[in-house]
């Protein structure tokens, strides 16, 4: 059977990292796009995640223009010193009037298709999601995807890995496209041993 249009990923190997913590991060609020910048656990934690960049030849990074993003590509860009193209399509999930308050029964209600006032539905978020990876994936490689834990849920469900676990601040992912042309093979590496935490409380 066919995937739909809008959830095929293009099958060419990326590197994917989350962004450093921010202080909603912290106190379990659901950013979505406001734009919330790095607190200083934040940055020390994108100026660890330097060490994972070691000989990956990245060529590009395309990040998410809100500012935890955008300041954590800045931070590893010191090392690569390589092209940045922001994508808005890369940015998190619009939550609309619950953007600031604390996850609960109201979000895996979204998840599988309530409407937030003023927000995007999970579906529009998703199919939007993909269209900014496969925009990214159409630069030269290799390419570093600095954005979201929301964008790495679009790319588990493109790709059919929901087994892959939560991914924390700072963490790196290798997205490796194998011959078999639905394959991936999906490596994570921590600068440091991070507590997991529940991508809910930590877009």
């Known amino acids: 059977?066919?995937?739909?249009?809008?959830?095929?990923?293009?099958?060419?190997?990326?590197?994917?990292?989350?962004?450093?913590?921010?202080?909603?991060?912290?106190?379990?609020?659901a950013m979505g796009i406001t734009d919330i910048p790095l607190n200083k656990v934040g940055e020390e934690q994108s100026r660890q995640a330097l060490s994972l960049l070691n000989d990956l030849d990245i060529k590009h990074i395309c990040y998410s223009p809100l500012k935890?993003?955008?300041?954590?590509?800045?931070?590893?860009?010191e090392k690569l010193q390589c092209k940045m193209t922001p994508l808005d399509d890369l940015k998190e999930f619009n939550l609309g009037n619950f953007a600031g308050t604390v996850i609960d029964d109201w979000f895996d209600q979204w998840m599988v298709g309530k409407c937030l006032p003023?927000?995007?539905?999970?579906?529009?978020?998703?199919?939007?999601?993909?269209?900014?990876?496969n925009t990214a994936l159409k630069k030269d490689g290799p390419i570093l995807?600095?954005?979201?834990?929301?964008?790495?849920?679009?790319?588990?469900?493109?790709?059919?890995?929901?087994?892959?676990?939560?991914?924390?601040?700072?963490?790196?992912?290798?997205?490796?496209?194998?011959?078999?042309?639905?394959?991936?093979?999906?490596?994570?590496?921590?600068?440091?041993?991070?507590?997991?935490?529940?991508?809910?409380?930590?877009?």
Not at 5 to 18: D, G, M, V
Not at 68 to 77: G, M, P, S
Request: aromatic fraction near 10%.
């Open 118 to 133: 003023g927000g995007e539905t999970f579906q529009a978020f998703i199919e939007r999601a993909i269209r900014g990876v």
């Open 145 to 203: 995807i600095v954005a979201h834990g929301g964008i790495y849920w679009a790319i588990q469900r493109a790709i059919n890995r929901l087994d892959l676990p939560d991914l924390a601040n700072c963490c790196l992912v290798s997205f490796k496209a194998t011959a078999n042309n639905e394959a991936w093979d999906c490596v994570t590496s921590s600068p440091q041993q991070q507590p997991t935490q529940s991508l809910k409380a930590n877009s």
């Open 68 to 77: 935890r993003a955008f300041k954590t590509a800045e931070i590893l860009n």
């Open 1 to 29: 059977m066919q995937k739909p249009e809008w959830s095929q990923l293009a099958h060419k190997s990326f590197y994917f990292i989350r962004h450093g913590q921010t202080d909603w991060n912290a106190e379990h609020k």
